[in-house]
């Protein structure tokens, strides 16, 4: 058949008044090749991030165009909101206010009494997470993701990695950060993998995304697990990406079969993963980590031994990448003591350590 | 004449390309038509010799960046479909609207087809027949573009 092709396009590129340049099947070969470079290059090298980003930068001005038709009818829907609607929203609001009002009462006089007994205990301090409130701008364009971009990026201090949560629950995880957008997988991505803990017994697992559905998996558990029907997922914030304790799923489906050692768990996402149009994008600061490399050096009068436990510590922080946060925090009462006393830093390290301690 | 072509060319491409850029979500994501290889294949028939397999190319590196994909997918398809496009051109301008229109469809389920084994490769589930329905808005719209006066480069009426 490629023959016949072939004779084909010798006899229509025969006179000159018809040429084309190089044959078609030249052309398919040549730009093939290139495709699967590219693809070979992109998912398995590096080199190609900073040229998307660029490119994306580029890109930004013509998004912004798209987008201006629906933020425009949105605009003009707000403007023409109804005057019930509104008093109804505001009820809701004030109502809403009231009852968090309360709780942020309370929580204020825990977040003191739990300071008071943190310092009682020795123990560290937790830190303190920084968040950013970004809109999404459309949603991801391949069917075969789930994916959402939103208006904030690098230029905005967003992270690779911070957590995405809505009111309700976490939502995703930003994966690609442009200078003034990002991108966020979603939970039931199935490539996005979330740390849980069941709320009821906090018993640990770790929710995949199911992909097609919009519903999360709990694999590899024992067909006696303990979960039921009902149950709550929450982060169980071991891997020091997500913060510990933010509503993730409910448990929709809890079947064992004969045929399967492991229980077949079907989870839904508690977060507004289709319908919302705003997220907070939270992420654990990892700046600690220069500051705990700084800090000794400056305010002490020998450098020399308080240096040295420093650096011994950043290639642990570094390495375990799931539990950067926890190590770093764990590392800083074992720099600070081993100031004073550098023979007594293994043990420290090893007793702050909260892997250490489950 | 050459140059105006030209400049319909790419103001067409553009035009496609932030149609790709709307906001789409749920159900129009899923209808949503791929109007860059719709644009593609309707400058491949009418001036194939201003728009080919390299333009395609070029063409489906932007769509990969829009999808925020891994680059080179939509480029392979788009490039291995305008091939198929490209050897049948002189084919394609003589066939009647509903042949055309038979191929057109064809041509789109195909790039549809390479971008599911891609998927696959990569390890992504088939999302369900569903998938396929952008080849099928796209013929519509090509037919709602052919019904309202469009010359999709077809020689047969008459001149």
């Known amino acids: 058949m490629m023959r016949g092709i072939h004779q084909n396009f010798d006899q229509q590129q025969a006179p000159a008044f018809f040429a084309r340049g190089p044959s078609p099947l030249a052309r398919l070969t040549f730009f093939t090749a290139l495709s699967l470079a590219l693809m070979a290059t992109d998912s398995r090298l590096q080199y190609l991030a900073n040229v998307r980003e660029n490119l994306m930068t580029l890109l930004h001005p013509l998004q912004v165009i798209a987008n201006a038709p629906l933020q425009l009818y949105q605009n003009t829907d707000e403007y023409f909101s109804t005057h019930h609607h509104l008093l109804a929203d505001n009820a809701r609001l004030k109502k809403q206010a009231l009852m968090q009002g309360i709780a942020l009462q309370r929580l204020n006089l825990l977040n003191l009494e739990n300071a008071n007994l943190r310092s009682m205990l020795d123990a560290k301090q937790s830190l303190a997470e920084t968040s950013t409130l970004a809109e999404i701008i459309h949603v991801g364009r391949d069917s075969f993701t789930k994916k959402i971009i939103v208006n904030r990026g690098k230029n905005h201090h967003v992270v690779t990695g911070a957590a995405a949560v809505d009111a309700k629950g976490v939502i995703g995880q930003v994966t690609r950060t442009y200078p003034s957008s990002s991108e966020i997988t979603l939970i039931t991505d199935k490539s996005l993998a979330i740390p849980v803990q069941i709320e009821r017994n906090g018993l640990r697992a770790i929710a995949f995304g199911h992909g097609r559905d919009n519903t999360l998996d709990l694999p590899y558990l024992p067909a006696n697990v303990d979960i039921k029907r009902g149950d709550k997922l929450v982060t169980s914030g071991i891997d020091g990406v997500y913060p510990a304790g933010l509503a993730v799923a409910t448990v929709i489906e809890m079947r064992t079969t004969q045929d399967s050692p492991f229980a077949h768990i079907i989870c839904a996402p508690t977060g507004g993963v289709e319908n919302d149009r705003q997220v907070l994008l939270v992420s654990i600061p990892k700046i600690e980590l220069e500051t705990l490399i700084e800090t000794p050096a400056s305010e002490k009068s020998n450098p020399a031994p308080a240096t040295i436990p420093a650096a011994a510590n950043t290639p642990v922080a570094a390495s375990a990448a799931t539990q950067t946060t926890q190590t770093v925090q764990a590392a800083k009462p074992a720099t600070a003591s081993s100031v004073n006393n550098p023979a007594q830093k293994p043990l420290a390290n090893v007793e702050s350590r909260p892997h250490a301690r489950q | ?159």
Request: aromatic content about 16%.
């Open chain 2, 1 to 159: 004449m050459r140059d105006n072509k030209l400049r319909s060319i790419y103001l067409s491409l553009f035009a496609a390309f932030i149609c790709i850029l709307f906001p789409w979500s749920g159900i129009a994501l899923t209808l949503r038509p791929d109007f860059m290889l719709l644009v593609i294949i309707f400058w491949l028939l009418r001036a194939p010799n201003q728009c080919s397999v390299g333009t395609a190319w070029f063409m489906g590196l932007w769509v990969d960046l829009a999808t925020g994909g891994i680059f080179g997918q939509y480029a392979l398809a788009y490039t291995i479909t305008t091939f198929f496009a490209v050897i049948y051109q002189r084919r394609l301008v003589l066939f009647s609207s509903t042949q055309q229109l038979v191929y057109v469809f064809s041509l789109l389920f195909l790039s549809q087809l390479i971008l599911l084994i891609l998927k696959a490769f990569a390890g992504h589930e088939f999302a369900g027949w569903s998938y396929f329905l952008p080849s099928v808005t796209g013929i519509l719209l090509w037919q709602i573009a052919v019904s309202l006066g469009l010359n999709t480069g077809r020689h047969s009426h008459g001149n």
